[in-house]
């Protein structure tokens, strides 16, 4: 008996006796031998068409190909790679799986923040308590080192304006200011300067302008003190001392008489009025700087009293400057001017007024001061 059997499972072989083995091709999925196609068919006898066969382990850290013979291989590698730790940098795979680098470096360098590291979001800067010391005048404020908000600066007498520059982190300054005191005449001493005091609110950056006033000139040089005081006498034959400089803040800079610069005062201390030693005439001490209307002096020169010039005989005041006399004593300066003795009625110079209509909780009062007036602002 004839086996007709090709060994080929694309073929059906059957015996026919007039013909012998005949061969009829099939259709179908066969195995084509190869590893690493999949879902092969037959045609035409031959069994092939496969599909690839996709060698994926789901591992990063093999590479992974395909045998016909042997099948899927897969091989390990050195790829980076992540544990899914963010806090660990530099993973590297090794041995088939993922290996742990080193820890990340959470530093931001910043002294005011504290530095941790969340396996799942990575970095983390919480600030450290506004307030807290980070070096030298310097505190933390929104985990960013600033300068201190707190602080106290003396302005002493210069002779011409000075400035102060509010630190970014302050909102208001509390002010205190002494006007400078009256002049001396044989033995007749002036006037003391006033004090006023109050709170300014204020900008970050923002600049304020100092006037700090000069003690009026002894006699018989009786030059008024710088920043408003009024003139005494100049000469050997009279006696009548300067007027104190008045003192004050404003926001708006310039020449101390300068009509803008005075009108954006904030706060002002009124000078001491000059004295006047001529034991002829009224000799006496001058009247104090400060208060809302400034001080009478005892004999002589008489305050400008609410802002209006000296009262009666005595010589007239202005808006920041003390009353003028070439004889007697000059006024104080201030918010408005102190008044000066006139012909009429030889005496010491008045002290001028004191202003605290720019700042909140003000006060004003008369006297407290000798020698040249100051300002402190402390925030």
Known sequence: MVLCDDGNECTANFCNIAQGCVTVSKTGLCDDDNECT?????????????????????????DDSCDPDDGCIFTNN???CSDDDACTTGDA??????????PTDCDDSKVCTDDSCNVQSGCVHTSVADETGCGADKHCLAGECVDDCTGTQTFNYTGGVQTFAVPD??????????GGEGGVSDGRIGGEGGHSQGVLAVNGGETLYIYVGEKGHAAPNGVGGWNGGGLGNTNE???????GGGTDVQKVGGAWNNGASLNSRVIVAGGGGGGWGYTCCNPGVGGHGGGTTGGTAPSGGGADAGGQN???????AGFGVGGSNHTYG????????????NGCCAGAGAGGSGYVGGVSNGSTSTGGNTG?????IVW
């Open 38 to 62: 999949v879902e092969s068919v037959c045609s035409e006898g031959t069994c092939g068409g496969g599909i690839p066969f996709t060698c994926d382990d789901g591992n990063g850290c093999t």
């Open 78 to 80: 050195e790829a980076a």
């Open 93 to 102: 795979c090794s041995a088939g799986s993922c290996q742990s680098g080193g």
């Open 169 to 178: 982190c302050v909102a208001s300054v509390t002010i205190n200011v002494w």
């Open 237 to 243: 034959f009279n006696r009548g001392a300067g007027g």
């Open 310 to 316: 000296g009262s009666g005989c005595c010589g007239g």
């Open 330 to 341: 000059g006024g104080g300066g201030g918010w408005w001017g102190g008044g000066s003795a």
């Open 372 to 376: 040249n007036g100051k300002v402190t």
